[in-house]
Each structure stands twice: as C-alpha cells, then as structure tokens.
C-alpha cells in the first residue's frame, strides 16, 4: 500500500506557472504507475497526466500538452506536475494516483492523495 501527499497548490495569475509535488511513503515507489488528474467545482475528474514506473514515458490530456510536464523522482519518492501558462479554466483540485504495475495507461488507479487546490485569475 502506497499513501499519497500533494503539495504546491495555490493561487496564480493566468499565464503564471506552479508545480505541483506527490510524496509517496513505502518502498516500492519505483514499481507504481503514476498520475495526476483534477475536479473542477461541479464537473467530473478528469485525467490530466501519467507516467510510467522509470520516467521514460509520460502521457497527456489534449488540453494541457505542452504546458504542462509530469516527471518523478524516484530517489526522492516524489513526481511532479510542472504547468506552465495556466489558463482559469486550469482551476481545479489536483490529485495524485498510484497503480502499482501502471502503465501510462491506466487510468483506474487504486491509491489517490487527497488533492491540492488551484487557482487561476484571470
């Protein structure tokens, strides 16, 4: 079992940048899977990013490729999600998840964190 913190939420002005960070407890960090997805106030959660055990291959939703960049650091147990020119409707509660054995793929991940919130001005 692999516990989840988020961190590095905040309130930002559009076209402003955050980066979001994932501590995960447990020793076997390097066999999960990893994601990051966000709910908006009174809409769905939708997957925003993932990727694999090593960090060789990474995924992303149409709406935020090339602004935003998932990476992890295994030594430390942490991935990130750095988003660069944040737009308003980037407003959400950020989480993230772990699957163990996950591929960039998978989207029903079994271990979530309790999510950080964003803000974008406009």
């Known amino acids: 079992q692999v516990q989840l913190v988020e961190s590095g939420g905040g309130l930002v002005q559009a076209g402003g940048s955050l980066r979001l960070s994932c501590a995960a407890s447990?020793?076997?960090?390097?066999?999960?899977?990893m994601g990051w997805f966000r709910q908006a106030s009174g809409k769905e959660r939708e997957f925003v990013a993932s990727i694999n055990w090593s960090g060789d291959r990474t995924s992303y939703a149409d709406y935020v490729q090339g602004r935003f960049t998932i990476s992890r650091d295994n030594a430390k147990n942490t991935v990130y999600l750095q988003m660069n020119s944040l737009k308003a409707e980037d407003t959400a509660v950020y989480y993230c998840a772990a699957d163990r054995y996950g591929s960039i793929k998978t989207r029903n991940y079994a271990y979530w964190g309790q999510g950080t919130q964003v803000t974008v001005s406009s």
């Open positions: 447990g020793r076997t960090f390097t066999t999960y899977g």
